[in-house]
């Protein structure tokens, strides 16, 4: 079972580069979210989507960028990569609430990204 | 905003040991979630509860949920090295709970 797959789990950027984080998942979930992981600060949601074709920012989505072509992907885009954005990032996916769901998220093993 | 509260920041204690964490907020949740996180990995969800008073247990884990739903708390007993994590709580809000709000986290080290 591969539940949440994220690539790549470790990149350095320079200042000013752009990339995209790749999630995908296997589960079949409505519902996707990428956060972000500092020191000391819990989790940050960034963005979310409740289905395919429908994204919305979350707490902290300056600077970032999201697409959901397909129930399986969610890519995170950085344009113009900043020091600040310095973190870890995960992708994170769970069913709808129906019936006996508890809402559990599941979660990818993480994108560790340094801006330099 | 919903903000939720997570005290201490940081706990180190001995193997054997019992110990409390709370999830405090001035705002009421629809449901309540903690989850535990290890090193380089993602967060794995322990418990889901959803009712003002609601106790539930798994295993040496006992957790709570306030009458009025604005707070939780996890206790340990006999605490283990594998119990070693960051224990994060998460409120879920809106009509779908489809939005976690989640604490800034409990990191727990026990030593043996």
């Known amino acids: 079972n591969a539940g949440v797959t994220q690539t790549p789990k470790f990149r350095i950027l320079k200042i000013g580069q752009s990339m995209t984080l790749q999630c995908t998942q296997d589960?079949?979930?409505?519902?996707m979210y990428w956060y972000r992981q500092d020191p000391g600060m819990g989790l940050k949601l960034i963005y979310y989507?409740?289905?395919?074709?429908?994204?919305d920012k979350g707490e902290v989505p300056n600077g970032y960028n999201v697409s959901r072509s397909t129930t399986e992907d969610f890519p995170l885009r950085l344009e113009l990569a900043a020091p600040s954005q310095t973190s870890v990032y995960f992708c994170?996916?769970?069913?709808?609430?129906?019936?006996?769901?508890?809402?559990?998220?599941?979660f990818g093993e993480g994108s560790r990204l340094t801006v330099l | 905003t919903q903000l939720l509260e997570q005290s201490p920041q940081f706990l180190s204690i001995q193997e054997g040991e019992n110990l409390t964490v709370y999830c405090n907020s001035s705002?009421?949740?629809?449901?309540l979630q903690w989850y535990r996180q290890e090193p380089g990995e993602g967060p794995v969800l322990l418990v889901t509860?959803?009712?003002?008073?609601e106790v539930k247990k798994l295993k040496r884990l006992t957790f709570q949920f306030g009458d009025a739903r604005k707070d939780s708390s996890l206790h340990i007993t006999a605490a283990q090295p594998g119990d070693t994590g960051l224990y994060l709580c998460?409120?879920?809000?809106?009509?779908?709970?489809?939005?976690?709000?989640f604490g800034k986290g409990t990191l727990l080290t026990v030593n043996p």
């Open positions: 994170a996916s769970r069913p709808g609430l129906a019936g006996m769901n508890t809402g559990e998220l599941f």
């Open positions: 589960m079949n979930h409505n519902y």
């Open positions: 989507s409740v289905g395919a074709g429908i994204t």
């Open positions: 705002s009421v949740f629809s449901s």
């Open positions: 509860v959803v009712t003002g008073g």
């Open positions: 998460a409120g879920g809000s809106g009509g779908s709970n489809y939005k976690l709000t």
